[in-house]
Nanobody, 119 residues
């Protein structure tokens, strides 16, 4: 089992910045990719950014150039630096980890943290 705890959400004005952090505990040695997803009211959960254990990243087109994902494998943390925030970035943001054990993949989720972009 892997446990994920997020922090760093809040209210910010358009154009502002926020940094989300996620700490993993438990069977962290089994984690491969980590990332962030978000879900706005009435919408499906969508990928924001992911990062592999080796540091390869992938971003949703809507956040490219504004968000940066980073990972500290020694501390088992993943962070999302969000700049130039827009009202459409408002959502609950979820930390995600994909782990592998005996060739079986498992998905783990944090509890979610609210990000609200509004003036």
């Amino acid at each position: 089992q892997v446990q994920l705890v997020e922090s760093g959400g809040g209210l910010v004005q358009p154009g502002g910045s926020l940094r989300l952090s996620c700490a993993a505990s438990g069977r962290v040695f089994s984690i491969n990719a980590m990332g962030w997803y978000r879900q706005a009211p009435g919408k499906q959960r969508e990928l924001v950014a992911i990062i592999t254990k080796g540091g390869r990243t992938n971003y949703a087109d809507s956040v490219k150039g504004r968000f940066t994902i980073s990972r500290d494998n020694a501390k088992n943390t993943v962070s999302l630096q969000m700049n130039s925030l827009k009202p459409e970035d408002t959502a609950v943001y979820y930390c995600h980890a994909r782990a592998t054990s005996f060739d079986i993949q498992y998905d783990y989720w944090g509890q979610g943290t609210q990000v609200t972009v509004s003036s």
